[in-house]
């Protein structure tokens, strides 16, 4: 009965339409009872996201109002998605300053921390007032990421680990060229050297990078863990989900929403802990201290220079990804070009100007363009590798289509490959290809064949649109 009373009374008071904030109850509660409470506000997955910042910064300032004790975490990917914060003259300088303005006290390294390499990691870190954590990355200088910390609150010690996602080639996700000065091992395999903090710390939590799924395998191998602060999947875990004695919480993608995290510390153990996520994009007021910094980020004219047109509404980065492959189809003169999902990072293109803001949102990546020759054979094996590992769409295509094979619980057993002359392709026939570097790298092209580099995916992109201003994709559909 108390923990439903105290769950009524945390998550009870609605102060607008769209978001509820948590009653100063809890506070009341542990003085009467001798408790302590803990507040946790997490966000991860902001990728970049400074235009949420506004409206993050005064949900916040709410929150702290009724609790100024609040720790604020991010569980990593704070950059790659958003052009201005990806795009400006110091990359990554905008989300880092603006997470330093409102005041975080950890994060964790994501995958995409290291689109900018090691050196670039460092000047983040640098910028940072705020430390990282993270104890399965191995760095070969003094770059200051931690394996944890432990951070002394009401008299009470709170130990934070932190960890990434390692993928099958050992690395996390992110372009294998970046993996130069820095090594990782699998998160599980690292933190039973850090177990002993259990018996140091009143609590102790781990902020993951590694996905949903691996956080639940995660609690019931290490239920020393009062908490896991997630992400990766992108997951938007609405309320308290505890696996044994571990709650994992994970707030989505982009900064719209953040997840309160509650826990009730009396006589030497948590008798109680709940979450709950909120909207940011939501939020009906903003913080203009805030706004005039994400004004300032977006104001440079590299962003707004429109650059070409499209000729009617393309509603989905499936679309998009055509239109990447078609243009890099173009530029090396292949037989066919391949586009992986993951690479579109915009979900549509509305009807009329393009602006460079748009291409470098779109391909926030600027990978290199590598040409192959190699068999239909390969071809499919690259395909048929790709969409089992990812569990997405398969890549997105030029010079051909894709026939899919699909059962009656809609899952894909077989696919094939259509010519645009209508014959299936020949697993023995040689064809010239034309990839971004990541997939040559991840796939082994680059290992099993000597490819021809060409521009960078956004320089081509440019290129094209010099060329063909209008384009219109609102009817390609590749994939049947």
Known sequence: MLVTTRRNKIFALIITVAVALLLAVGNANAQQNDEKVLYVVSVNDMHGNIDNFPQFAALLDTLRKQYPDILLISAGDNRTGHPVNDRYPKPSYPITKLMNEVHFDLSTLGNHEFDIGVDGLRNVVEWSDFDYVCANAFFDDSINVKPYKIIEFKGLKIGFIGGIQVGANG?????????????????????????????????????????????????????????????????????????????????????????????????????????????????????EKIQKLVDEFGSLDIFSKVVGYSDADTTNKEQLGYFMADVIREHTKSDMAFQNPGGVRLKSLPKGQITA????????????????????????????????????????CSGCCLKLNVNEYEEVESMEIILENGKPLNPNAKYDIAINSYIASVYGFSKNHKGKEFSRSNDIIFDYLQKHRHINYSRIYRIK
Do not use: W
């Not at 902020?207 to 290490?222: M, P, T, Y």
């Not at 707030?251 to 909120?278: C, E, H």
């Not at 470098?360 to 395909?383: A, H, R």
């Open 357 to 396: 803001k748009d291409i470098y949102q779109m391909d926030p990546f600027d990978n290199i363009i590598m040409k192959y020759k190699v068999s239909g054979q390969e071809i499919m094996d690259m395909l048929n590798k790709a969409y089992s590992e990812t569990g997405d769409f398969p890549m997105l």
């Open 171 to 287: 690395i996390p996700d992110f372009h294998p060229k970046h993996a130069k000065d820095v090594s990782f091992k699998p998160i599980e395999d690292v933190l039973p050297e850090y177990m002993f903090l259990r018996k140091e710390c009143d609590m102790l939590f781990l902020i993951s990078h590694c996905g949903l799924e691996a956080d639940i395998e995660i609690a019931k191998k290490f239920p020393q863990f009062d908490a896991i602060f997630g992400g990766h999947s992108h997951k938007k875990i609405e309320r308290t989900k505890i696996i044994g004695n571990t709650m994992i919480t994970q707030s989505g993608k982009n900064l719209n929403y953040l997840t309160v995290s509650v826990f009730y510390f009396t006589n030497g153990k948590i008798d109680y802990k709940a979450q709950q996520v909120f909207s940011i994009k939501d939020f009906p007021k903003k913080d």
